[in-house]
């Protein structure tokens, strides 16, 4: 599977923004999905995942509460939802797919996409 991240740019502190991940290829519906992020000279950070059907999440408790994950497995593709957005919040935004559960692990998945930037200035 083929991922391609979109949806990212510049806010302001308390915005909102919707990421995308549109997946090429067979099967998505069997996929596990999640995304991570990755801040400057930072680790790469799980965000949040869902289950290849949508009907079981995870979250960082960093993000639980403002953040939603969803996917539309009609349309191929994963969403991430972010509501009151924080400046550290700002990295590169990954989508991430694997086929059976969906772990916390970066290393756990086997397809990326390109990353999309988000920055929040306070």
């Known amino acids: 599977v083929q991922l391609q991240a979109s949806g990212g740019g510049l806010v302001q502190d308390g915005d909102s923004l919707r990421l995308s991940c549109a997946a090429s290829g067979p099967r998505f519906g069997s996929y596990s999905m999640a995304w991570f992020r990755q801040a400057p000279g930072k680790e790469r950070a799980f965000v949040a995942s869902?289950?290849?059907?949508?009907?079981?999440?995870s979250y960082a408790d960093s993000v639980k509460g403002r953040f939603t994950i969803s996917r539309d497995n009609a349309k191929n593709t994963l969403y991430l939802q972010m509501s009151s957005l924080k400046p550290d919040d700002t990295a590169v935004y990954y989508c991430?797919?694997?086929?059976?559960?969906?772990?916390?692990?970066?290393?756990?998945?086997?397809?990326w996409g390109q990353g999309t930037q988000v920055t929040v200035s306070s």
């Open positions: 869902i289950r290849w059907s949508g009907s079981s999440t």
């Open positions: 991430a797919a694997r086929l059976g559960d969906w772990p916390s692990t970066p290393t756990a998945y086997n397809y």
